[in-house]
């Protein structure tokens, strides 16, 4: 797989068959593997946190999600990898785990959420070993040994889980040992845009790369410094690092 450097951390370039083809294989190969993906927000993160950074170097495939990192690839003047974002991917993903017969375990949002992806999930004609449980636990105590055990003795080949990020990256460094799932994928807010909670934005406004407007439209006050100022700080440093790389400190 080809690695692409963004600021601190890699983005790998690869097609959709091509990623399929490499879960294929980390699952026959039984290896704990993780999954995770690159945004301007997860960028800038691993830009300022070092456990962030080196986490999702260790993973075996990070993911571009969002025209955000493409343009940064562009203005470094490097390979332009492919987008593959979670909300449009995982129905492609589902038809590919239904011929696989690779059973998947649903972890992370508000109570009832993840049922009502698994009835979209079912609704869209999809036939596939499912279970899940929410994100709304403690993460530190018994509750998370609860939850733990839920996962193993469904054993699943595939862990989806969306706790947000940085969140599901710390909650997975400190249990994926524990963890009997060959795979895990980190999602983000996958559950919401799956059971139909948070709708899907327009094509056209994803063709354009807008997608990042249309969510500040709908959550304004969660997204308002994500947004207005990470993306300006996020280019602010790929102009730094380009022309000036040889510059110990940049914003």
Not at 9 to 19: I, P
Not at 186 to 197: D, K, P, V
Request: net charge positive.
């Amino acid at each position: 797989m080809k690695e692409i450097k963004i600021l601190k951390t890699k983005v790998n370039a690869l097609t959709l068959s091509e990623l399929h083809d490499k879960i294929k294989g980390l699952i026959v190969n039984e290896q704990k593997a993780t999954i995770d993906y690159l945004n301007i927000y997860s960028a800038n993160i691993a830009y300022e946190e070092e456990w962030f950074a080196n986490f999702l170097n260790s993973c075996s495939i990070v993911l571009c999600d969002g025209k955000g990192i493409q343009m940064g690839a562009y203005f470094l003047g490097k390979e332009i990898p492919s987008q593959i974002a979670y909300n449009r991917w995982l129905w492609d993903f589902f038809r590919f785990c239904q011929t696989e017969h690779y059973s998947i375990f649903l972890l992370g949002s508000k109570p009832g959420v993840f049922q009502k992806a698994i009835e979209k999930i079912n609704e869209n004609g999809y036939k596939l070993i499912l279970d899940g449980y929410h994100g709304y636990f403690n993460k530190s105590n018994h509750e998370n040994d609860k939850v733990i055990d839920i996962i193993n003795e469904f054993c699943p080949d595939i862990l989806l889980v969306g706790f947000g990020m940085p969140i599901q990256e710390k909650w997975i460094i400190e249990n994926r040992e524990r963890l009997n799932a060959k795979v895990v994928i980190l999602g983000g807010a996958f559950l919401e845009w799956i059971s139909g909670s948070v709708k899907l934005p327009p094509k056209f406004v994803t063709k354009f790369g807008l997608e990042w407007l249309y969510r500040l439209v709908l959550e304004p006050r969660r997204l308002a410094h994500r947004y207005l100022v990470g993306i300006p700080l996020f280019f602010i440093r790929i102009f730094f690092y380009r022309f000036l790389k040889n510059r110990s400190n940049f914003p």
